[in-house]
């Protein structure tokens, strides 16, 4: 009987075996006996063993008709005289001879045979081939031999998508907070007087004609606030990229989402510093109404401690971070005693994280060279509306024509201070 059908009249007679017990049980109302349970396994077992069986002899007969459809009427290699072709294609001398009987019996083993004494190899006796004819030799070194073999060891872009990007850490130190509208409405306070006093106990119920504390009139204190709304802004970008590009390059495509990404947090950033509140701008901290001012006073340490100062007394409130530009930090970094020692340690003092006035310093290029800020950095808050995201589309101009898709960043948040007086910009330049 055929393979195949011998196959499947086994796949067919397992699964019949094990639905007949399944039905008797389904007809009886009843769960599997241990015996039938057995049983089904074992049939189902064997059906999935023929079926294996069945696949793997469909692919061997299908390989088969196709090798003889291929080499139908070809003959693939030419046999010398006196040589056949076994069953499985191998060309060897023709006779009754075998393989090995041919091998003994040729010119090249009967010279070899001949460099040893009485023809008997020693154990201590070097055996050397005597090849017939050298062809063309096999080096590694050359593109046209085996060099061509050799590939170049490709390794991308190992370090990701970080060329060009500085690092970002201005959201570490800030509140961040969520919404779901498009517009924040929150109260800013703008100034505070506390008058509180120790007031002796009132003598007399005659309203006093002096209103002061030494009568028991308790004193007055004030808080000013102000109600400010922000809108929820739209920060994106995009670039163009071929479908191609994208199917034949995944690790293109993991740069451009990286990137793209990276994009809308670099303008975040800067907006939170350096926005000007106008068009489609968000208010950044230094267009902030309320912000304290420290102008340059003797030198960089002097002044960066005297507007610390500032954030304690005037805004009444704890700093937790000074924003300094790389340029300004590297001032700082290099300042000297008169003996030329280094006041933070020199080279080797930059192994833990910058600080200041025992304050840690955020390094970043969003505040410009020359200006710093200290202050209490909970006081501003982020609020995230829809945090970044990545959409591809053909449906820009022609691009659906051309197989070309657009990749779009967008983000869309808000940003407010809500004690300005909680910060202070620095002027460092003397």
Same mark, same amino acid.
Do not use: C
């Given at each position: 009987? !055929?393979?195949?059908?011998?196959?499947?009249?086994?796949?067919?007679?397992?699964?019949?075996?094990?639905?007949?017990?399944?039905?008797?049980?389904?007809?009886?109302?009843?769960?599997?006996? &241990?015996?039938?349970?057995?049983?089904v396994?074992?049939h189902?077992?064997q059906?999935?063993?023929?079926?294996?069986? %069945?696949?793997?002899?469909?692919?061997t007969?299908?390989?088969?008709?196709?090798?003889?459809?291929?080499?139908?009427g070809?003959?693939l290699?030419?046999?010398?005289?006196?040589?056949r072709?076994?069953?499985?294609?191998?060309?060897?001398?023709?006779?009754?001879?075998?393989?090995?009987?041919?091998?003994? #019996?040729?010119?090249?083993?009967?010279?070899?045979?001949?460099?040893?004494?009485?023809?008997?190899?020693?154990?201590?006796?070097?055996v050397?081939?005597r090849?017939?004819?050298?062809?063309? %030799?096999?080096?590694?070194?050359?593109?046209? *031999?085996?060099g061509?073999?050799?590939?170049?060891?490709?390794?991308?872009?190992?370090?990701?998508?970080?060329?060009?990007?500085?690092?970002?850490?201005?959201?570490?130190?800030?509140t961040? %907070?969520?919404?779901?509208?498009?517009?924040?409405?929150?109260?800013?306070?703008? *100034?505070?007087?506390?008058?509180?006093?120790?007031?002796?106990?009132?003598?007399?119920?005659? &309203?006093?004609?002096?209103?002061t504390?030494?009568?028991?009139? #308790?004193?007055?204190?004030?808080?000013?606030?102000? #109600?400010?709304?922000?809108?929820?802004?739209?920060?994106?970008?995009w670039?163009?990229?071929?479908?191609?590009?994208?199917?034949?390059?995944?690790?293109?495509?993991?740069?451009i989402?990286?990137?793209?990404?990276?994009?809308?947090?670099?303008?975040?950033?800067?907006?939170?510093?350096?926005?000007?509140?106008?068009?489609?701008n968000?208010?950044?901290?230094?267009?902030?109404?309320?912000?304290?001012?420290?102008?340059?006073?003797?030198?960089?340490?002097?002044?960066?401690?005297?507007?610390?100062?500032?954030?304690r007394?005037?805004?009444?409130?704890?700093?937790? $971070?000074?924003?300094?530009?790389?340029?300004?930090?590297?001032?700082?970094?290099?300042l000297?005693?008169?003996?030329?020692?280094?006041?933070?340690?020199?080279p080797?003092?930059?192994?833990?994280?910058?600080?200041l006035?025992? %304050?840690?310093?955020?390094?970043?290029?969003?505040?410009?060279?020359?200006?710093?800020y200290?202050?209490?950095?909970?006081? $501003?808050?982020?609020?995230?509306?829809?945090?970044?995201?990545?959409?591809?589309? !053909?449906?820009?101009?022609?691009?659906?024509?051309?197989?070309?898709?657009?990749?779009?960043?967008?983000?869309?948040a808000?940003?407010?201070?809500?004690?300005?007086?909680?910060?202070?910009?620095?002027?460092?330049?003397?």
């Amino acid at each position: 009987m !055929d393979k195949i059908q011998e196959l499947k009249d086994q796949l067919k007679h397992h699964l019949a075996q094990a639905q007949a017990i399944a039905v008797k049980a389904e007809e009886e109302a009843r769960d599997f006996t &241990d015996a039938e349970r057995s049983q089904v396994t074992d049939h189902m077992n064997q059906a999935k063993a023929a079926k294996e069986g %069945l696949e793997k002899a469909k692919a061997t007969a299908t390989m088969k008709q196709a090798l003889a459809d291929l080499g139908e009427g070809v003959e693939l290699e030419e046999k010398s005289a006196g040589e056949r072709r076994t069953p499985s294609g191998l060309i060897v001398p023709d006779g009754k001879a075998s393989l090995g009987e041919s091998f003994v #019996k040729s010119a090249e083993y009967q010279g070899l045979l001949a460099t040893a004494p009485n023809g008997v190899f020693g154990k201590d006796h070097r055996v050397q081939s005597r090849p017939v004819g050298y062809k063309t %030799l096999v080096t590694g070194s050359s593109d046209t *031999s085996g060099g061509a073999f050799v590939t170049n060891d490709m390794r991308g872009l190992q370090v990701g998508a970080t060329a060009f990007q500085r690092p970002l850490r201005l959201r570490d130190v800030v509140t961040t %907070l969520t919404t779901t509208s498009d517009t924040i409405e929150y109260v800013r306070q703008t *100034s505070q007087t506390n008058n509180a006093a120790a007031v002796p106990e009132s003598t007399t119920t005659a &309203d006093p004609e002096n209103m002061t504390t030494a009568n028991g009139v #308790k004193p007055e204190s004030a808080l000013a606030w102000a #109600k400010v709304t922000t809108p929820v802004r739209t920060i994106a970008h995009w670039i163009p990229i071929t479908k191609r590009a994208l199917s034949d390059a995944s690790q293109v495509r993991s740069l451009i989402d990286a990137f793209l990404r990276y994009g809308l947090e670099e303008e975040l950033e800067d907006q939170m510093i350096s926005g000007d509140g106008t068009g489609e701008n968000l208010e950044g901290l230094s267009n902030v109404s309320g912000v304290q001012s420290q102008s340059f006073d003797t030198d960089l340490l002097t002044t960066t401690r005297k507007a610390r100062t500032k954030v304690r007394l005037n805004g009444r409130a704890v700093p937790n $971070a000074y924003l300094l530009n790389p340029a300004d930090l590297e001032t700082i970094d290099l300042l000297q005693d008169n003996e030329g020692r280094y006041y933070f340690g020199g080279p080797q003092g930059l192994g833990t994280a910058a600080s200041l006035w025992g %304050l840690p310093v955020i390094e970043t290029e969003a505040v410009p060279a020359g200006t710093g800020y200290v202050g209490d950095f909970s006081k $501003a808050v982020l609020w995230d509306r829809e945090q970044a995201s990545i959409t591809v589309s !053909d449906s820009h101009a022609n691009f659906f024509i051309r197989n070309m898709v657009a990749i779009l960043a967008e983000m869309r948040a808000a940003f407010g201070v809500i004690q300005p007086n909680a910060f202070v910009e620095i002027d460092l330049t003397a």
